[in-house]
């Protein structure tokens, strides 16, 4: 069942999130950090991505899964320089 959306969570959420926007470059990549943060913090008993696409309304594995692999790809990118 799905049971998290973005709108419910609270301003704060979106307030600490945007700490965090300077280091993702697409407005998909902001979407779907605030969406694994938020599922991650949700009542689900797995905190996988699967779960907490499954769980989520509007929420794709495939795009949690390509926008975390993107992140971490610019990660390992600015170690290496």
Avoid at 17 to 39: I, S, V
Wanted: with cysteine; hydrophobic share 35%.
């Amino acid at each position: 069942m799905k049971e998290t959306t973005a709108a419910a969570m609270p301003p704060c959420f979106d307030r600490w999130c945007q700490k965090f926007d300077d280091l993702l470059r697409t407005k998909a990549q902001k979407r779907e950090f605030r969406h694994y943060l938020g599922g991650l913090l949700g009542e689900s008993e797995r905190k996988n991505m699967s779960q907490i696409a499954r769980d989520a309304v509007e929420v794709t594995y495939h795009k949690l899964h390509h926008c975390l692999d993107a992140v971490a790809a610019r990660r390992e990118a600015s170690k290496r320089r």
